[in-house]
Structure formats: structure tokens, C-alpha cells
């Protein structure tokens, strides 16, 4: 496992244990910086899925998250239509797919 990956998730525990934000907000901070680093790794945008307080930004992370790893745990832990429905509106913006026509919605 990959020391990025261990410290967000680290941050992301200690938020889970004490509540206190300001291990989620190193946490999303850092799940951030690494979609700019290595945005082929679904673990960022499904970290900041799960612990943002941004609606738009969950959506975004949702879906990238969904394209990346649609088997991730962390994003099974979110409600499935509110995956569902951030694909959808994402659809087009999917940087995997040539068109629109080839997304797979979660079912």
C-alpha cells in the first residue's frame, strides 16, 4: 500500500473515531492534491465523495470514482441513487469514454 494512500486514510479513520473535521479536511485536502498527482486512482475521488461537505463536489468525486473503481467500498458505502444519478449528470464530462452513448449506468 502506498504511503499517500495510508496517510489520507489514516486522516480519514481519526475523523471516523474523534469527529474532529479537521482530520477530514486533511483528508480531503490531501485526496485532492493526489487527483492532480495521479488521477487514475479511484481512492482519492471516493475518499472525497464520502467526506466532503460540497454537494457539487460529491457528485464530481462520485462519478469519477464510479468510472475509476464502480466496485470501490468506500463508494458502496454511499447511497446507490445518488451514484446513479452523478453519473448520469456526468455523462458527458466522463474523460474515459469517446461519447456519451457508452455509459453504463450502476444498476
Not at 451514484?83 to 449528470?89: G, P
Request: proline fraction near 5%; glycine fraction near 0%; charged fraction near 25%.
Amino acid at each position: 500500500m502506498a504511503a499517500e494512500y495510508e496517510y489520507a486514510e489514516l486522516c480519514e479513520l481519526l475523523y471516523d473515531a474523534t469527529r474532529n473535521p479537521g482530520y477530514r479536511e486533511k483528508a480531503l485536502t490531501w485526496a485532492k492534491k493526489f487527483q492532480t498527482m495521479q488521477p487514475w486512482f479511484a481512492w482519492s475521488y471516493a475518499m472525497e465523495a464520502r467526506l466532503t461537505t460540497n454537494a457539487n463536489d460529491r457528485r464530481r468525486a462520485m462519478a469519477m470514482a464510479y468510472y475509476l473503481d464502480r466496485n470501490s467500498e468506500r463508494l458502496a458505502s454511499l447511497p446507490q441513487a445518488a451514484i446513479k444519478a452523478a453519473v448520469k449528470e456526468f455523462a458527458n464530462r466522463n474523460p474515459f469514454l469517446r461519447t456519451t452513448d457508452s455509459v453504463r449506468e450502476p444498476t
